[in-house]
């Protein structure tokens, strides 16, 4: 069974870091792209950022370019987001997500639970 | 604004049959067969039941059916039940950014 359970959300201040975590089983790790993906409190699901299975291609939306970092660690199956200079805009549960495919920003077929990022002074 | 176009809202009674629409453009939607339909309850994480346009998940209820037409996909669900009632989401594979889209969301309700 595929399991991807994210942590490392909370409350944090405007123009502070806060680095999430995405840990995977259940299926090979390392044959798979993976997405983040964002949902502001009633709001849409938004697409974050998205990591080929050899970190060899990474893109990002452009409202978090240059103030996120997706990067994974195969051999711990674990997925990641540095948020840097955060703002309340990225209030949001972030969604750890699978990609069918080992590349390319194909829709995800399996999601986390979620992590509620909270940004607020 | 979202890169794809939903109605924000559908309703329908128990029994009934309904559709939701998700039109986009010939760079995602129409250009290719990766459109999946996510549902959503409240507090819960969405779930995949639709994907590459028309295929169901093993689990998902036949009731559920995908379709696509020009740049604009469909998810059918007929045979309406009370916990049918969620948001849903279409998203697609694009080649206009380098990004995943996804829709605004539809709500559901059933009457």
């Known amino acids: 069974e595929v399991q991807l359970v994210e942590s490392g959300g909370g409350l944090v201040q405007p123009g502070r870091s806060l680095r999430l975590s995405c840990a995977a089983s259940?299926?090979?790790?390392?044959?798979?792209?993976m997405h983040w993906v964002r949902q502001a409190p009633g709001k849409g699901l938004e697409w974050v950022s998205g990591i080929s299975w050899n970190s060899g291609t990474i893109g990002y939306a452009d409202s978090v370019k240059g103030r996120f970092t997706i990067s994974r660690d195969n051999a711990k199956n674990s997925l990641y987001l540095q948020m840097n200079s955060l703002k309340p805009e990225d209030t949001a549960f972030y969604y750890c997500?699978?990609?069918?495919?080992?590349?390319?920003?194909?829709?995800?077929?399996?999601w986390g639970q979620g992590t509620l990022v909270t940004v607020s002074s | 604004q979202s890169a794809l176009t939903q109605p924000a809202s559908v309703s329908g009674s128990p029994g009934q049959s309904i559709t939701i629409s998700c039109t986009g453009t010939?760079?995602?939607?129409?250009?290719?067969?990766?459109v999946s339909w996510y549902q959503q309850h409240p507090g819960k994480a969405p779930k995949l039941m639709i994907y590459?346009?028309?295929n169901r998940p093993s689990g998902v209820s036949n009731r559920f059916s995908g379709s696509k037409s020009g740049n604009t996909a469909s998810l059918t669900i007929s045979g309406l039940q009370a916990e049918d009632e969620a948001d849903y989401y279409c998203s697609s594979y694009t080649s206009s950014i380098s990004s995943a889209v996804f829709g605004g969301g539809t709500k559901l309700t059933v009457l």
């Open positions: 997500a699978k990609s069918p495919y080992s590349s390319g920003w194909y829709p995800p077929d399996y």
């Open positions: 590459e346009v028309s």
């Open positions: 259940g299926f090979t790790f390392d044959d798979y792209a």
């Open positions: 010939s760079s995602d939607v129409g250009g290719y067969k990766y």
